[in-house]
């Protein structure tokens, strides 16, 4: 899988480590989903980390939705693989606040580099299709969510071994 990391925001510092970590996280769902590894080392994702300012005209735009969130996503699913003479394959964007990100770190107790990697877990899911507008969906959600995290090692602290970063 090839991550393509743009970051639009300087107030908050997001370090090389962290961005190994969203790759593997990213990597882990797709994993998770039992796609081919032949179309894991084809996927492309955009990620761009940005601030609350530049999300809230995005969610604004494209959801009509007034003010900041933490994470949007912008799926590419309608896309054939096999038309992309380059053999890879655009599965989306994905769009994080990183002030967002820090602020619910905050309020939830844990690492800004846990509440990162649970956005970007999120919003892969969002891009392959999975959503959380009914009970039903979200419990699904919320389960491939809390999987990929303790498989990565980033469970909740103390929840079934997981380690806080």
């Known amino acids: 899988m090839q991550l393509l990391i743009n970051e639009k925001q300087n107030q908050i510092q997001v370090d090389s480590k962290i961005k190994e970590l969203l790759k593997k996280a990213l990597e882990t769902v797709l994993e998770g989903e039992a796609f081919s590894q032949e179309f ?3 996927v492309e994702v ?4 940005t601030d609350d300012s530049e ?6 735009y494209y959801r009509g939705v ?6 949007l996503s912008f799926p590419m699913m309608d896309d054939d ?11 989306g964007d994905i769009v994080i606040s990183v002030p967002r990100a820090k602020a619910q770190a905050e309020e939830y107790g844990h690492s800004l580099t846990r ?18 507008m009914t009970e039903e969906e979200a419990a699904i959600m919320r389960a491939k969510e809390k999987k990929v995290m303790k498989q990565i090692g980033i ?4 929840e079934n071994g997981g380690t806080e970063f």
């Not at 999300?55 to 604004?60: G, R, S």
């Not at 007034?66 to 994470?71: I, K, L, Q």
């Not at 693989?81 to 599965?91: A, K, Q």
């Open 40 to 42: 894991i080392d084809a």
């Open 46 to 49: 955009s990620l761009v980390l």
């Open 55 to 60: 999300i809230a005209e995005l969610n604004d």
């Open 66 to 71: 007034e003010g900041p969130t933490d994470v």
């Open 81 to 91: 693989p096999s038309e992309d003479p380059t053999g890879e394959f655009l599965l």
């Open 115 to 132: 509440e990162l990697v649970f956005l970007a877990v999120h919003g892969m899911l969002h891009l392959l299709g999975y959503d959380h």
């Open 155 to 158: 469970g909740r602290f103390g």
